[in-house]
């Protein structure tokens, strides 16, 4: 698996979680890296991005909730949610060109 995430889970209306993803590919620094989610029923839609010289960009669902940034060292690309909503319930997934993590799961209930 080229895209590794983890970190979903189960949360209340409000709480926070960080999602990770690590990237065994070479060239991390230069590859533009993001986050998906797709609710059941709905269509994947991209959460956030950031590109490899730190730009990002947001859902407007999701802007001044989560952030996504990197650590170069680690290979890793993060995404921090907080003041989740029931509506953020989705399986997670991580991509960056052609290649997608695995998904992980996240769920807020009210």
């Known amino acids: 698996v080229q895209l590794q995430a983890s970190g979903g889970g189960s949360v209340q209306a409000g709480g926070s979680l960080r999602l990770s993803c690590v990237d065994s590919r070479s060239y991390f620094r230069f590859r533009n890296m993001a986050w998906w989610r797709q609710a059941p029923g709905k269509q994947r839609e991209l959460v956030a991005s950031i590109s490899s010289y730190g730009t990002t960009n947001y859902a407007d669902s999701v802007k001044g909730r989560f952030t996504i940034f990197r650590d170069v060292a680690k290979s890793t690309v993060y995404l921090q949610m907080n003041i989740l909503r029931p509506e953020d319930t989705a399986v997670y997934y991580c991509?960056?060109?052609?290649?997608w993590g695995q998904g992980t799961q996240v769920t807020v209930s009210s």
């Open positions: 991509h960056s060109q052609q290649d």
